[in-house]
Nanobody
C-alpha cells in the first residue's frame, strides 16, 4: 500500500514562504496526477494545485495563482508546493494526494496525513 508523507509545514508570518514536500513510499508508484489540498477550520477541503505526473501540466486555484507553484521530481517520487507571499487566509492543514487515473478526486485515492500551515498577520 502506497503511503504519502508530507513535510514542510509550520508557523510563519504573512509574506513569508514555505515549501511543502510529499514523498511516496513506493518507488514503483506512478500516478496519473498528484495534488495539494487544504482544509481550514470549519471549511470544506479544497483543491489548491494539481500536476499531471508525466506531462507536468499544472492547475492551481485563482486565490493562489502567482504565489504558489506545484512541481514534481519523478526520480524522487516527490511532489512539492512552493508557497510564497503567504497570507493568513492560507492557514490550513495541507494534504497531498495521488490518483492513478483521471476523473474526480475521491477518498479512494491516496492521501497523506496532512501538515499544518499557520500564517500569522
Amino acid at each position: 500500500q502506497v503511503q504519502l508523507a508530507e513535510s514542510g509545514g509550520g508557523l510563519v508570518q504573512a509574506g513569508d514562504s514555505l515549501r511543502l514536500s510529499c514523498a511516496a513510499s513506493e518507488r514503483t508508484f506512478s500516478p496519473y496526477a498528484m495534488g495539494w489540498f487544504r482544509q481550514a477550520p470549519g471549511k470544506d477541503r479544497e483543491v489548491v494545485a494539481v500536476i499531471n505526473w508525466r506531462g507536468g501540466q499544472t492547475f492551481s486555484i485563482s486565490s493562489v495563482k502567482g504565489r504558489f507553484s506545484i512541481s514534481r521530481d519523478i526520480a524522487k517520487n516527490t511532489v512539492y508546493l512552493q508557497m510564497n507571499s503567504l497570507k493568513p487566509e492560507d492557514t490550513a492543514v495541507y494534504y497531498c494526494a495521488g490518483k492513478l487515473h483521471g476523473g474526480s478526486w475521491s477518498d479512494n485515492d491516496y492521501w497523506g496525513q496532512g501538515t499544518q500551515v499557520t500564517v500569522s498577520s
